[in-house]
């Protein structure tokens, strides 16, 4: 009987083709605009995630009792190995390393004496390797005012006005003074390859971006960092995984009575994101709910247009003496058949269309008269896992049910003034 | 969150500390306690000085020895190199009355600390720049009295009371305890101008050096802050060498 | 005409379920798009609210050499002002000093402000005379920071206007909750008798605080800041918030009128027996035409109602009860309260509730118009066409 229909549905375009492509269409953009509502929704927990908590961070446990002084002398060491164990076991996520320092930059003029000095705020990331993907994950590419980004362990982003402040020009070699993990002071030259703008102005008046490499060797911390941050590969936080993880790194250090033992810190448990987290998700849940309500509207009436179209075959086959049951649950079988079809090709657009979102985003830069890039002006859509199967609701169930109601109709003729209306 | 506010990088900047070994001249007003800073002195204080030592840096997690050689003349002069480990070898530092000149072979750059820069704490530690900058005599800044004896580590000592006549010195009160028979300080503490103890100085493994007691440990502690302070351990010093003028010059860093 | 709504009305009725759909999704966008401005609003107003009350006041007289994001400049950073040509300046003197907690040294900086002044909201006034300790007040992250709580004392290090170290206990004697980070990560209050007293800087200070606006102008060592300038970080993040927003309800209208548009289509499709006959009946092509714009905008009509219904209780429990978010402050130099109280302000109300009829009635008549090409006989039959 399936099979019967099936070849129905394939071969009278009329009555696959339209619908198909109707809920084909419906449900990709249920899913792409739930998606990019739920990354618009997001994004403030976005930024603070990609700029300073991460997915999960970890921290040494007395770094982390007073990271507000940015504490390089309680320091994570033996990093390689926890790094290596933290790949191997948690593939999941990406995990990277930072190191933020405070220092003092000095810029020589001509003679090699100081021009400026000034207080700097640094943060070390891996700049070089493009496939940590930290200089995407912070935007630098778009927050560079002039210049280019660095090319090698000597040269350096800084702020912006950090840099007229100084007087530096791109290519021009600048001073950092300031101290080691073990306190002793030290001294590294940088080329300046670029000055950027974030739009917070603590970084943009005394920032320096370094690759980690040299602030390892700038700060002796050598096998040593700050912060290692564990970013999910999709690029989307997930709260529960987060938790979980949490827990299980974080139990098997429990009966460690060192002070510098690594913990991992949620994002939910930093910087009090978790309530606007909460409030992201329901936000974000709310609008799921609102497109799957308005595409199964949109389908249901497609599904009536579908019944209605059918009328006069309907009567003709009730006329040739096939069952009203029969024709009913004919009906609704193929639109199951048509449902589950366009769901399918739907959520597939929908998928590539959120996933794309996911890695583009729109730029509404232009819509803000002034752009300061104080937040991302890009939104970017977010693939969560309900993506994949919100879709089935209005593309099936929808069209489901709008073909029931309409099929009604069958029910309602009689045989008598069946060719009257046929007009045979 | 990236503030510059939070910035406190924590430097003990090293030889800083060396610089409270040149406070020692000091007649006092007090004719008593003014004999016995002349007499500290005598030991204590040569017209110029070369001196080898190490500082042990007791951090939280490890302990760091640094080597270093020095050349000063008086107070106002001082030229400082570092030997090891090797991370520091090579860095030098010169102060020419109030002016402050460090170099790093690894950048090949002299940086000068100026203005306000000098007022600050150095990198969070408890020592500013003008710690070291410090080039008057302690008699000229403190009033001194003999303010009673004390028995420390069975010598005897007279405890001397030091009390700021001028305004602008970074420490308003000092307690000095001095050997009565070797006249050497074995202790030293410095106080804020409400009375709270800052610093404590405590000087030990006394021996004789070319006819004079010279103490070849000396550990700072800053009471603030936890630890067990910083050791500073002569290993060599020479009293009243010839030092070449050159020495005293910025075109001596980069050498 | 009444006659139209009479007929409008019964015809959405009849339609039982899927009227109810529709205008419970633009209801649902109706409340979203409300939410959403009230609660940028609520924020807006409340960031720089709070900004004024504890940081800003109306416009700040700032020492030359002050600059908010070098700490090294506040050791220069002060002045001596007249006390009688600064009525209605509150002064505000900042000088650099360090605590030890748990034997760290903490750089923080020390800010005196007088005990009567009313403008800021910082607790000065609960500090009172004591023997021994300097009283203080902090903020709440500042007494997690240092991890201090009421009535711990601390050391506390400075030095006075010679440069001479001095230090002393000072007294926790107030713990302030605000949302301006920048009052409270690292800052630690007192009065500002006290600050002079400690360092010897009589009548000096870093900022000059107006309680109201004043005209641009340069007073000697004093550049006037006006409070619109001091307040653009916040204009700034809230501008960028909003664009977003506009991009996220554009999308949930454009939705919720899709859901509209296509059941005006149906509607018009399947209802050709009905069309025919009112046009038998004398109506015009024009006046079916308006019927069926009609309904389709009745479903805007319907989810306002609703909407009051619905939003009238929420919004107003909203926004005297706030909304929690915690105590986040972004990395925005903006403040964001533990509690966001919605604003709802009635041009607010009007131009979304217009925004929403207006935009329902333009895709209601869209696919009506389609009426006009009917063949009324046709029509009459109920034939497809």
Redesign the interface.
Same mark, same amino acid.
């Given at each position: 009987m399936i099979k019967f229909l099936f070849k129905g549905i394939i071969r009278d375009k009329s009555r696959s083709i339209l619908p198909i492509v109707v809920i084909a269409l419906g449900v990709s953009l249920t899913i792409v605009l739930s998606g990019f509502l739920s990354g618009a929704m997001t994004d403030m927990v976005d930024q603070n995630a990609r700029f300073e908590t991460g997915h999960v961070k970890i921290m040494s446990r007395a770094y982390a009792e007073n990271k507000e002084q940015l504490p390089n002398d309680l320091a994570l060491l033996g990093v390689d190995s926890l790094v290596s164990y933290l790949k191997s076991n948690y593939p999941d996520l990406q995990w990277v390393e930072r190191i933020r320092f405070g220092g003092l930059l000095d810029a020589p003029d001509s003679e090699g004496e100081s021009k400026g000095q000034g207080p700097a705020a640094g943060i070390a990331i891996n700049l070089l390797d493009a496939s940590s993907g930290e200089v995407e994950r912070m935007n630098i590419e778009k927050a560079i005012v002039s210049g280019a980004l660095p090319d090698e362990a000597n040269e350096a982003l800084i702020g912006d006005e950090f840099a007229k402040k100084l007087k530096l020009n791109i290519g021009d070699e600048v001073t950092y003074f300031g101290t080691t993990m073990n306190g002793s002071m030290t001294f590294q030259n940088f080329t300046i390859s670029g000055t950027v703008r974030f739009g917070m102005a603590a970084m943009d008046k005394g920032a320096i971006l370094l690759d980690i490499s040299a602030a390892r060797q700038m700060l002796d911390m050598q096998n040593g960092v700050g912060e290692i941050l564990g970013f999910f590969h999709n690029g989307v936080y997930n709260d529960k995984a987060a938790l979980a993880l949490e827990n299980s790194f974080n139990d098997q250090l429990k009966s460690n009575p060192d002070e510098y033992a690594p913990q991992m810190f949620t994002l939910r448990s930093q910087n009090n994101l978790g309530d606007l987290l909460d409030y992201a998700n329901s936000m974000s849940a709310i609008f799921v709910m609102i497109f799957v309500g308005a595409m199964s509207v949109v389908l249901w009436n497609t599904g009536l247009i579908g019944g209605l179209r059918r009328y006069q075959e309907f009567g003709i086959r009730l006329a040739l003496g096939e069952s009203k049951g029969k024709i009913y649950r004919s009906l609704v079988i193929e639109a199951t058949l048509i449902g589950v079809i366009g769901s399918l090709i739907g959520t597939g657009i929908g998928l590539v269309g959120a996933f794309y979102l996911q890695n583009y985003g729109i730029n509404i830069a232009g819509m803000v008269d002034n752009s300061s890039m104080m937040m991302p002006t890009v939104m970017r859509a977010k693939v969560t896992p309900n993506l994949y199967f919100i879709g089935f609701i209005p593309g099936v169930f929808a069209m489901v049910f709008g073909n029931m109601l309409s099929g009604i109709g069958i029910y309602k003729r009689e045989t008598a003034s069946l060719f009257k209306e046929l007009e045979v | 969150?990236?503030?510059?506010?939070?910035?406190?990088?924590?430097?003990? &900047?090293?030889i800083l500390l060396f610089s409270f070994l040149f406070m020692w001249i000091m007649p006092g007003q007090a004719q008593d306690a003014q004999t016995i800073l002349d007499k500290v002195d005598k030991n204590m204080v040569s017209k110029t000085e070369i001196t080898e030592s190490e500082m042990v &840096?007791r951090?939280?997690?490890?302990v760091?020895t &640094?080597g270093s050689k020095s050349y000063t003349e008086g107070n106002k002069k001082s030229f400082t190199e570092y030997l090891y480990p090797e991370?520091?070898r090579g860095?030098k530092m010169l102060k020419l009355e109030d002016r402050l000149w460090?170099y790093?072979p #690894?950048?090949?750059?002299?940086?000068?600390l #100026?203005g306000?820069?000098l007022?600050? $704490?150095v990198?969070? #530690?408890?020592l500013s720049y003008?710690d070291m900058m410090e080039d008057r005599k302690l008699k000229d800044i403190y009033d001194a009295i003999i303010v009673g004896e004390e028995t420390i580590d069975e010598r005897k000592t007279w405890i001397l009371e030091l009390t700021?006549s001028v305004?602008?010195?970074?420490?308003?009160k000092r307690k000095i305890w001095v050997d009565q028979e070797r006249f050497i300080p074995l202790k030293e503490e410095?106080f804020?101008?409400?009375g709270?103890l800052?610093k404590k100085t405590t000087l030990s493994d006394i021996s004789q050096i070319d006819g004079r007691w010279y103490p070849k440990k000396i550990n700072f502690k800053d009471v603030?802050? $936890?630890?067990n302070g910083t050791d500073f351990i002569i290993k060599k010093i020479q009293f009243n060498p010839t030092i070449p003028a050159y020495i005293f010059t910025k075109a001596s860093l980069k050498k | 005409m009444k006659l139209s709504f009479q007929l409008a009305f019964r015809n959405l009725m009849g339609a039982g379920l899927r009227t109810w759909l529709n205008v419970g999704i633009l209801t649902f966008t109706f409340l979203v798009i409300l939410f959403y401005n009230g609660l940028l609003d609520g924020w807006n107003l409340q960031a720089k609210r709070d900004a004024i009350n504890w940081e800003f006041g109306y416009g700040q007289f700032q020492h030359k050499n002050y600059d908010p994001y070098n700490p090294f400049s506040l050791q220069d950073a002060h002045g001596v002002f007249n006390i009688r040509n600064t009525s209605g300046l509150i002064p505000l003197l900042m000088r650099p000093a360090s605590i030890f907690p748990n034997g760290r040294m903490l750089s923080v900086t020390l800010k005196g402000l007088p005990k009567n002044q009313q403008l800021l909201k910082i607790p000065v006034d609960q500090l009172n005379e004591q023997v021994g300790a300097i009283p203080v007040a902090i903020g709440k992250r500042m007494a997690k920071t240092a991890k201090l709580s009421l009535g711990d004392e601390i050391s506390l290090r400075w030095r006075d206007k010679n440069g001479t170290f001095d230090a002393a206990n000072v007294k926790v004697d107030a713990i302030f909750n605000t949302t301006i980070n920048t009052v409270d990560q690292g800052q630690i209050w007192m009065r500002l008798a006290d600050l002079w007293r400690i360092t010897g800087m009589n009548n000096e200070a870093t900022l000059m605080i107006a309680d109201q606006p004043m005209p641009d102008t340069s007073y000697k060592d004093w550049n006037y800041v006006n409070q619109e300038k001091l307040l653009q970080n916040i204009n700034d993040v809230i501008e960028v918030e909003r664009a977003s927003a506009r991009v996220i309800y554009f999308i949930l209208l454009a939705i919720a009128l899709l859901a509209i548009f296509d059941t005006q289509v149906l509607s018009v499709f399947r209802r050709q027996k009905e069309i025919g006959t009112y046009i038998a009946l004398g109506m015009t092509k024009s006046d079916v035409i308006g019927l069926f714009t009609l309904e389709g905008s009745m479903y805007s009509l319907f989810s306002m109602l609703l909407g009051t219904l619905i939003g009238l209780p929420l919004f107003g429990y909203l926004s005297q009860k706030g909304i929690s978010f915690g105590a986040f402050t972004a990395d925005l130099g903006i403040g964001m309260g533990d509690r966001i109280y919605p604003s709802f302000s009635p041009s607010l109300l009007i131009s979304s509730a217009l925004i929403i009829i207006i935009s329902a009635t333009i895709v209601s008549f869209i696919p009506a118009r389609k009426i006009v090409t009917m063949n009324p006989i046709d029509a009459l039959r109920g034939k497809l066409q």
């Open positions: - | 969150m990236i503030t510059t506010r939070n910035y406190t990088g924590k430097m003990k &900047i090293n &840096i951090g939280k997690r490890n760091q &640094i991370r520091e860095t460090i790093s #690894s950048t090949d750059r002299t940086i000068q #100026s306000h820069m007022r600050q $704490s990198m969070g #530690s408890d003008e700021a305004e602008d010195v970074s420490y308003y410095l804020a101008k409400s709270q800052l603030l802050k $936890s630890g | -």
